[in-house]
């Protein structure tokens, strides 16, 4: 059964950080674009960032550009978004995905609720 599951989300003060992990089952990240997507209150869901198969090429919205890091290990088949100098506006349920435009997705985790505040 394909599975995508994250972890590591949770409250932090503002200019802390946060990895969040995203473990796949089902299917090998060898072969798969990776992404994360977050969704805040009263909010659409955006992309944050995203990964391509052999881990060479990253992206990144423009509003966490230089504070978000993902990564891969293909021998784990685990991506970790790795969340530095965290603003009050990056409190969201912070989503992994298979594939990396929102219109081509075909699965997701169930989530992982960050929140950023003092």
């Known amino acids: 059964q394909l599975r995508l599951v994250e972890s590591g989300g949770g409250l932090v003060q503002p200019g802390g950080s946060l990895r969040l992990s995203c473990a796949a089952s089902g299917f090998t990240l060898d072969y798969e674009n990776i992404g994360w997507f977050r969704r805040a209150p009263g909010k659409e869901r955006e992309g944050v960032s995203c990964i391509t198969r052999s881990g060479a090429i990253t992206t990144y919205a423009d509003s966490v550009k230089g504070r978000f890091t993902i990564s891969k290990d293909n021998a784990k088949n685990t991506v970790w978004l790795q969340m530095n100098s965290l603003k009050p506006e990056d409190t969201a349920i912070y989503y992994c995905?298979?594939?990396?435009?929102?219109?081509?997705?075909?699965?997701w985790g169930q989530g992982t609720q960050v929140t950023v505040s003092s």
């Open positions: 995905a298979r594939q990396c435009l929102v219109d081509t997705v075909d699965y």
